[in-house]
């Protein structure tokens, strides 16, 4: 990505309309989940649809993902995460153990499935010895996550005094890695009431949060560069009303 692009996404945070009028709080640890689907001409990145009643971020188009829980940090895994991908995420963090590093992208997987139905990973004939409830659907599937296909893209944290603050990693992996499918998840009554593929170039026309279309912008950066983990992980953070891009 030229710097010319970086310095444009950076004006594009700053300038979003936001109310900072809320109480300062400290924000929450959150993953978020791009599927991409590489298997034909144009790639294609999975979107959901929020319900036109939830107060958060209403009617928008958004990427799977949420809150980091407990026991995202102990899930069992296929494999580890990639060591440039662990050395990133522990960057600018207090809580820097490898624990911690791989709760991310689990609670990607997890937030993933609880919202769309898709369970990430690999498929065994043994059942992954889950930590807890919430990751249940993962053992009844006998899916275990596989944490060295799950590439970092950005991390971007929400600008003081709103009234949702999160520390947002945003994670991609490719559609081979849907090992699994719960059907009835998404739907009228659900907090997502649609799935679409959408070519990665045209993503950024639909209704979505910034954040979202700059990530995405991130994302087709990354395709175009190879997708390796080696390569830079860009960091969006507010200082003084203006936000700043600096690289991991």
Sequence with gaps: MTSEVAKRLAERMTKAE??????????????????????????????????????????????????????????????????????????????????????????????TAEETGLLLGVKRNEAPATPGEIWADFAKAHVFPDLAHVHFIARAITPPRRPRRFDTRFFTADAAAIAHKIDGVVGSKSELVELTWVPLEQATHLDMPTITGVVLEELLARVAAGMGHDLPVPFYFMKDQQFFRELL
């Design 18 to 111: 936001r109310d900072q009028s809320f109480a300062d709080s400290e924000p929450h640890d959150a993953a978020t989940l791009m599927l991409i689907d590489r298997s034909g001409a144009q790639p294609k990145v999975l979107l959901g649809r929020r319900h036109h009643s939830h107060k958060f971020m209403p009617g928008k188009f958004v990427f799977p993902g949420g809150r980091i829980e407990r026991l995202d940090r102990v899930m069992p895994a296929l494999s580890e995460l990639h060591p440039d991908t662990q050395k990133k995420l522990l960057e600018r963090v207090a809580d820097a153990t490898p624990q911690y590093a791989r709760a991310f992208p689990l609670a990607a997987v997890r937030e």
